[in-house]
C-alpha cells in the first residue's frame, strides 16, 4: 500500500515571455548604427577649389596644409567646363570643418627664386601642397583659389598698414620696409583705387618694430636710382642694392618734432617720392664765405666717411655778405649739435704736401661736420670754418704743441715721423703772440701715443743738409717728402731713459736738427793736423758702428796741434779712461797690405777703443782729453775676447775695422789684414767679443760677405747679402754647423775664410746619384727629407755611354747619417689631375730630390728611383698599418682617407698586387689616438664616388661619405657595438681584412663604446 504522506509535493514554475537571447540582436543594431554615425561623422569632407592652371598638383600626393599640419588631400582634379582652369577635389578632414568658410582663401605654395630672396624651399623635397587663411562666414564647399599668397590683414601678427602714394616705381611684393637701413618689414601687395588714380599698397611691419611707426612718420620711396650732378659734384642715390633691383621703402620721424601716437593696423599713411619730399629730419643753417663748390640737392654732408646729410638750398643771409646753406640732417644728429659743432668745406687741393680731398674729384665736393661734446640745447646756425680745424686736447690722438725759431719748409700735411714710420703729421702752425717763435701744432695717431714721452726730443728733417770736403761728403735728407714739404722726426736722446707717456696739451721744444736734438757727451781729441777731418762729417766708430761725429775743429793754444770735439753718445762717459785711445782710418797701401779701403767711399773715420780698464769713477769726473794715436795699435791678445786669424787668397774690400757677423749681427771686428807666404796669401786677424767667443768651435765656417751673392736659375733669382754696411765696406760672417758645445778654441787658431757661403759650407759628404732623365733638376736644387733642406745639387752632366744623368751633390755634415747603402732618391715634380694636386710649387721653383734614409754603411754612390717608393711601414700612423683585400683597386689612390663616422682617421699608405694576382692588398696607416677602434671584427668597405639610389616613386637617396671621397676615393669603416664595450680584441698592425664594395645597413648602426687615449 502506497503512502501519499511520501511522495513530494510538485513544484509549479510560470514560463518566461521572452528569451535573453533575443538581446543580442539588439546589441548588433546599436553597435551598427553607432558604426554607421562614427563614420558619417568622421567621414572625410569633398571640397571643390578652383585653380587658374594644374601645374603643381599631382592627384593622391598634393596636401592641403594648415601651419604645416596636413589637413586634406588632392583625390583628382579636372579641366574646368569653360577650359578655365582646373578643378581639384580635395578631402578634408572633418577636424578641420571649421576652416571650410566663405572667407577662407587658398593658393598653391611653390618654391620661388627671386631677387628678394628665395620662398617655398621646403617644397622642393616634400613637393608643392596648398595652403590656407582662415575666414568668416558661412560654410562653404567650393572656392577659387588665389594666384599668390594674400596680403596680411589687420588682426594678423605685425602692425598691417596701407600706404597710398601716386605711382607704383619699381616696388613689388616683398621690397623691404627699412628704418634707418634696417629691414623692419616688407611689402604684402598692392592694388589701385576705385577711381585708379592712386596705389595703394599693403604693408606689415614687425611686430616688435611697430612702435616705431607714429602719426607724424614719413614713408617715401627710395627704389632705383636718383642721379643729380652738375660740375660741383655728383649725387648718386640708391638706398641699398635690393632696393634697386627689386624696390623698397623707407620711413622715418621728423627729430624736430612731437612724436606722434602709436599706429595701429588698418591706418593709411601717405608714401613719398623721395627722402627730399618726405621732408624728414633737421634743418641746420651753415654760413659759408662763397657759393663756390657748393650746390643745391647735390652737395652732401659726411660724417666719418658715411653721407649723414644733403644741402637742401641755398640763400643769402640779410647783409648778403655769406651764404647760407640750408642742410637736412638725420633726427638722431640733433643731440650733437650745439656750440661746439664745426663745419667745413672738403675740396680738392694740391701741394707739395700731397694731394687732399682727391676722393672729391669723382665724388664732387662735400660739406664735413664734426659733432662734439657741450652744452645747452640744440643748436640749429652755424659758421663754417675756412680750413679744417686743427685737433685739439680733447680730440682724438696726441694733440701737443713745438716751439721753435723758423718754421723751415713744414706745412699743414707734413709729415710726425718715427725711425721713417710716419705716425702723425702736422695739423697746423702760428706765431706766438710776440712775434718770436712759431707754434706748430702736432697730431700723433692713438695707437702711437704712447711713443711720445715727457723727455722725447723733436727736430725739424726738412730741406736738405751738405756737409763736406776732400776727406768726405754729408748729404742728408730724411725722406723726398721731406725734401719738398718738410717733416719732424722724434725719438729718446741716446743715452737717457724713456720717461712716463705725454698727454695732449703737452709743449715741446722743435729742435733744427738730429745733431741739436741728440744730445751726448762731449770729448776733445788732439790731431797732429786737421788733414782727413771735417766738423759735421767725420764719424768716430767703435767696433764698425757710428756712435759719434766730430763736431768741431779748433787749433790749441800753441797753434801746435788741432783739436776735434766729438759728440758720444751718454753711456759711453763712464768708459772713458786713460786707456781710451782715438786713431785715424784713411785709406793705406803698403807691400804688407791694404787697409782703411772702405774710406774711398765713406770718407775718412776716427777709431775708437775704450780699452780694457773701466774706471769706476762718475760721468762727471771722466776724461775728456785725450792724444789721438799717430798709427792703429798693435795687434793685442791681452783684450779680453777671441782672437783668431783667417787665410783667404784675396783680401776683396776686407780692411782694419770691417765688421764680422754671426747671423748679421756684429760679434766682431778685423784688427789687420797683410800678405803672407811671400805674398801668396791673406792673412786676416779677427776679435771676437768675449760674450760671442762661445759661438765659435772646430766646425765653424768663415767666408766673406763683401758685395752681393746672386743664384739665377728656373727656381727664380736667389739674392744674398749681408747687412747694407758688409755690401758697402766689407764683412766676414760665420756660422757653425750642429749643436754649441763649449768652445775650446784658443787665441790663434787659424781657419780658412771662403768667398762665400755656398762654398763654406759645401765640405760635407760629396755623394752622386744616377737617373734616367733629368726632371727639371737644375743646380742648386735643394735635398730634402721631411721638408728640411739637408744638401744641394753641385751638377748634373750626361754620361755618354749610358744615356744617363749623373748628379753630383753635397750633404751637410749634420745630416751625413741618414745618407746610408739602402737609402732611396726620387725626384719631386709636380702632378696635376682631378683627384689630386701636388707640388705646385715646383712649377716655378723647380723640382727637388726627396731621401728616403735607408740601413747599412754609409755610401758615396746611388741609383735613382724613377719615382716615389711603395711604403708600407710609414703614414700617419705610427706603425698601425693593415691590408685591406679587394678584387679591385677602384678610385683609391696613395693618400686617400679612411673614415670613421665620417671623421678621417687614417688614409691608404700604398697597393700592390697579392703574390697569386688574384686580389689588390691595400695597405692603410690608422692614426695612433684612433687604433683602438680597429678590432678583429671590424668592417671595411669603399665610399668612392657616389651611391645612388633611385626609385620612380619613392625620390632618390644619395650616399657619399664626403666630397673628398667622390674625386680622390675614400675608405669608411665600422665596429660592431651597440653603447657597450666592444669586447672583441684589438686588431693587431699587420692584420688583413676585406674591403667590401658597399656597407651592409646595420653596419652604419654601429656605435660601440671604445675609449680612445687622450691627447
Request: charged letters at 20%; a neutral charge; aromatic letters at 8%.
Amino acid at each position: 500500500m502506497i503512502d501519499h504522506q511520501d511522495i513530494p509535493e510538485a513544484v509549479v514554475t510560470p514560463k518566461e515571455r521572452l528569451s535573453i537571447i533575443w538581446l543580442l540582436p539588439l546589441v548588433a543594431v546599436a553597435i551598427g548604427a553607432w558604426l554607421f554615425y562614427k563614420s558619417q561623422a568622421e567621414a572625410d569632407i569633398p571640397v571643390l577649389i578652383h585653380f587658374p592652371t594644374g601645374q603643381g598638383l599631382v592627384a593622391g600626393k598634393t596636401e592641403v596644409r594648415y601651419q604645416g599640419i596636413p589637413i586634406g588631400l588632392v583625390e583628382e582634379f579636372e579641366l574646368d567646363t569653360d577650359l578655365d582652369g582646373v578643378v581639384a577635389k580635395v578631402s578634408f578632414d572633418r577636424r578641420a570643418s571649421k576652416a571650410l568658410k566663405q572667407g577662407t582663401v587658398f593658393w598653391l605654395v611653390k618654391p620661388q627664386v627671386s631677387l628678394k630672396g628665395i620662398s617655398g624651399l621646403d617644397t622642393l623635397v616634400s613637393g608643392e601642397y596648398i595652403s590656407l587663411r582662415l575666414g568668416e562666414g558661412e560654410p562653404r564647399f567650393q572656392f577659387d583659389a588665389l594666384s599668390e599668397p594674400p596680403p596680411l590683414e589687420s588682426g594678423d601678427p605685425g602692425l598691417n598698414i596701407t600706404l597710398r602714394a601716386d605711382t607704383l616705381g619699381s616696388i613689388q611684393y616683398g621690397s623691404p620696409v627699412h628704418y634707418r637701413q634696417l629691414q623692419v618689414g616688407d611689402v604684402q601687395g598692392y592694388e589701385l583705387t576705385d577711381d585708379g588714380k592712386e596705389v595703394l599698397l599693403k604693408v606689415n611691419i614687425k611686430e616688435e618694430y611697430a612702435p616705431l611707426v607714429r602719426g607724424n612718420s614719413r614713408f617715401w620711396n627710395n627704389s632705383g636710382v636718383r642721379l643729380k650732378g652738375s660740375l660741383s659734384g655728383l649725387s648718386l642715390q640708391t638706398d641699398s642694392i635690393t632696393s634697386l633691383l627689386i624696390g623698397g621703402i623707407s620711413f622715418d620721424t621728423p627729430g624736430n618734432e612731437d612724436k606722434g601716437p602709436l599706429v595701429t593696423s588698418g591706418q593709411t599713411l601717405k608714401l613719398y617720392d623721395s627722402f627730399e619730399a618726405a621732408d624728414t629730419g633737421v634743418l641746420v643753417k651753415v654760413a659759408f664765405e662763397t657759393a663756390k663748390g657748393l650746390e643745391a640737392g647735390v652737395t652732401p654732408v659726411i660724417f666719418k666717411g658715411l653721407k649723414i646729410g644733403t644741402v637742401v638750398k641755398l640763400n643769402f643771409e640779410k647783409e648778403i655778405s655769406k651764404v647760407i646753406a640750408e642742410i637736412q640732417l638725420p633726427p638722431e644728429v640733433e643731440s650733437r649739435l650745439n656750440n661746439n659743432t664745426r663745419f667745413w668745406l672738403v675740396k680738392p687741393r694740391l701741394g707739395f704736401s700731397g694731394i687732399s680731398g682727391l676722393e672729391t674729384l669723382l665724388k664732387g665736393n662735400y660739406i664735413q661736420i664734426e659733432p662734439r661734446k657741450g652744452e645747452g640745447g640744440p643748436v640749429f646756425e652755424f659758421e663754417a670754418l675756412p680750413n679744417p680745424p686743427v685737433l685739439g686736447p680733447g680730440d682724438p690722438g696726441l694733440n701737443i704743441t713745438l716751439s721753435s725759431d723758423t718754421l723751415g719748409s713744414l706745412q699743414a700735411g707734413s709729415p710726425v715721423n718715427y725711425r721713417q714710420l710716419q705716425v702723425g703729421d702736422v695739423q697746423g702752425y702760428e706765431l706766438s703772440e710776440d712775434g718770436q717763435q712759431v707754434h706748430v701744432h702736432l697730431n700723433i695717431r692713438e695707437e702711437y701715443a704712447n711713443l711720445v714721452k715727457q723727455n722725447t726730443r723733436f727736430w725739424n728733417n726738412s730741406g736738405l743738409s751738405l756737409k763736406g770736403g776732400l776727406s768726405g761728403l754729408s748729404l742728408k735728407t730724411d725722406s723726398l717728402s721731406s725734401l719738398l714739404i718738410g717733416g719732424i722726426n722724434f725719438d729718446i736722446a741716446n743715452g737717457e731713459r724713456p720717461g712716463q707717456n705725454a698727454t695732449s696739451g703737452s709743449k715741446f721744444k722743435l729742435y733744427n736738427n738730429f745733431e741739436d736734438a741728440n744730445t751726448g757727451v762731449l770729448v776733445r781729441v788732439r790731431f797732429e793736423s786737421a788733414e782727413g777731418l771735417n766738423a759735421g762729417v767725420t764719424a768716430v766708430r767703435l767696433q764698425g758702428l757710428d756712435i759719434g761725429k766730430v763736431t768741431r775743429l779748433e787749433m790749441d793754444d800753441k797753434q801746435e796741434s788741432v783739436i776735434a770735439t766729438v759728440k758720444l753718445p751718454r753711456q759711453t762717459a763712464r768708459r772713458l779712461s786713460e786707456d781710451t785711445r782715438f786713431w785715424m782710418v784713411k785709406p793705406e797701401i803698403s807691400l804688407s797690405g791694404i787697409s782703411g779701403l772702405e774710406t774711398l767711399i765713406k770718407g775718412n773715420y776716427i777709431e775708437m777703443d775704450l780699452g780694457k780698464k773701466v774706471k769706476t769713477a762718475s760721468a762727471k769726473s771722466a776724461q775728456r782729453l785725450f792724444s789721438a794715436l799717430k798709427e792703429p795699435p798693435r795687434l793685442d791678445y791681452s783684450t779680453p775676447g777671441l782672437h783668431l786669424r783667417l787665410f783667404a787668397q784675396e783680401a776683396k774690400g776686407l780692411s782694419r775695422g770691417t765688421p764680422v757677423y754671426y747671423r748679421q749681427i756684429q760679434v766682431g771686428s778685423i784688427q789687420s789684414v797683410k800678405l803672407v807666404d811671400s805674398g801668396q796669401q791673406v792673412a786676416i786677424d779677427v776679435h771676437i767679443a768675449p760674450s760671442y767667443s762661445s759661438l765659435i768651435n772646430h766646425n765653424t765656417r768663415f767666408w766673406n760677405t763683401s758685395g752681393l751673392a746672386v743664384t739665377a736659375g728656373l727656381g727664380g733669382v736667389k739674392i744674398e747679402s749681408a747687412p747694407l754696411k758688409a755690401m758697402l765696406g766689407g764683412g766676414i760672417a760665420f756660422d757653425t754647423p750642429g749643436k754649441l758645445q763649449k768652445s775650446s778654441i784658443k787665441n790663434g787658431t787659424q781657419f780658412r775664410l771662403h768667398p762665400d757661403r755656398q762654398k763654406a759650407m759645401d765640405d760635407g759628404l760629396q755623394i752622386k746619384i744616377r737617373f734616367s732623365k733629368a726632371n727639371g733638376l737644375a743646380k742648386n736644387a735643394p735635398i730634402r727629407y721631411q721638408g728640411f733642406d739637408i744638401g744641394r745639387v753641385l751638377g748634373l752632366t750626361l754620361e755618354p755611354d749610358s744615356d744617363q744623368i749623373l748628379v753630383s751633390a753635397s750633404i751637410d755634415k749634420v745630416y751625413q747619417y741618414l745618407i746610408r747603402q739602402n737609402s732611396d732618391f726620387w725626384v719631386v715634380k709636380p702632378k696635376l689631375g682631378l683627384t689630386a694636386t701636388e707640388n705646385l710649387e715646383t712649377l716655378v721653383t723647380g723640382g727637388y730630390i726627396q731621401v728616403r734614409p735607408g740601413s747599412g754603411p754609409t755610401a758615396v754612390n746611388f741609383r735613382g728611383l724613377e719615382k716615389e717608393p711603395f711604403l708600407v711601414d710609414g703614414g700617419t700612423g705610427n706603425g698601425n698599418i693593415f691590408i685591406l683585400r679587394s678584387d679591385r683597386l677602384g678610385s683609391l689612390k696613395k693618400g686617400s682617407p679612411v673614415y670613421f663616422r665620417q671623421i678621417p682617421v687614417g688614409e691608404v699608405t700604398g697597393f700592390r698586387l697579392s703574390d697569386d694576382s688574384k686580389y689588390v692588398n691595400i695597405h692603410i696607416s690608422i692614426e695612433s689616438r684612433y687604433a683602438p677602434i680597429v678590432r678583429e671584427n671590424t668592417k671595411f668597405w669603399n665610399v668612392s664616388g657616389i651611391d645612388l639610389n633611385f626609385k620612380l616613386f619613392g625620390g632618390a637617396k644619395i650616399n657619399t661619405e664626403s666630397v673628398e671621397s667622390i674625386l680622390a676615393g675614400g675608405i669608411a669603416m665600422a665596429t660592431p657595438g651597440n653603447g657597450e664595450e666592444n669586447t672583441t680584441a684589438r686588431a693587431k698592425p699587420g692584420t688583413t681584412f676585406s674591403l667590401y664594395e658597399k656597407a651592409e645597413p646595420e653596419w652604419r648602426n654601429w656605435s660601440p663604446a671604445i675609449a680612445l687615449p687622450s691627447r
